[in-house]
């Protein structure tokens, strides 16, 4: 499959690995390939980004990319209905936190030199690549591009989609900005 993306893709992949690595995490995870979009500059899904106005607010995504990570990558959602059973999970996180350290449940580890050779793609990063795959598909695009990375991101519950959306970067406003269409036919199976 990679050798059908593009080089902007390409280094969404390797600006993730990067994000994966400088932080400590085990694996490469869907929100290392957001930080890594949103790191480019000159890139169809950096246009996109710009003209839903996210660039202002970049440094509140990767912040709350952080808090999200500390969560051990529960989204809000997610802290909502365990709320909801009476699960308290940022105070959970603080006891955790308060035993083993900051970002203990992470996963990530502080500890240098624990991890040689590659860092693995977690289930949910490869279920993002392959989204994007068959979004190009879809759009009979020929390359996977760093725009269908950013449109997997925004169609795939979790994380990465809930804070997009929360800057108002919705599936539908990027197919809008990328393809001058709503979710049309296209979009809906792509979206599928």
Do not use: N, Q
């Amino acid at each position: 499959m990679f050798e059908r993306f593009t080089e902007d893709a390409r280094a969404v992949v390797r600006g993730a690995v990067g994000h994966a690595e400088s932080g400590g995490a085990r694996s490469v995870d869907a929100e290392h390939l957001l930080l890594a979009l949103l790191d480019r500059e000159g890139s169809r899904a950096s246009f996109a980004l710009a003209a839903l106005g996210l660039d202002a607010h970049k440094e509140d995504v990767r912040r709350e990319l952080g808090e999200a990570r500390r969560r051990a990558g529960l989204s809000r959602a997610d802290t909502d209905a365990l709320a909801d059973l009476g699960i308290d999970v940022l105070a959970i996180v603080s006891r955790v936190e308060a035993a083993h350290g900051v970002g203990a449940m992470s996963g990530d580890r502080d500890d240098e030199g624990w991890w040689s050779g590659r860092r693995p793609f977690s289930r949910d990063a490869k279920r993002a690549l392959e989204k994007a795959l068959r979004m190009a598909v879809a759009r009979r695009d020929r390359r996977i591009g760093d725009e269908h990375l950013l449109l997997a991101l925004a169609a795939r519950p979790g994380v990465p989609c809930e804070l997009l959306a929360d800057h108002g970067v919705t599936y539908t406003a990027l197919t809008r900005v990328l393809y001058g269409e709503g979710e049309g036919e296209d979009g809906a199976r792509a979206a599928g």
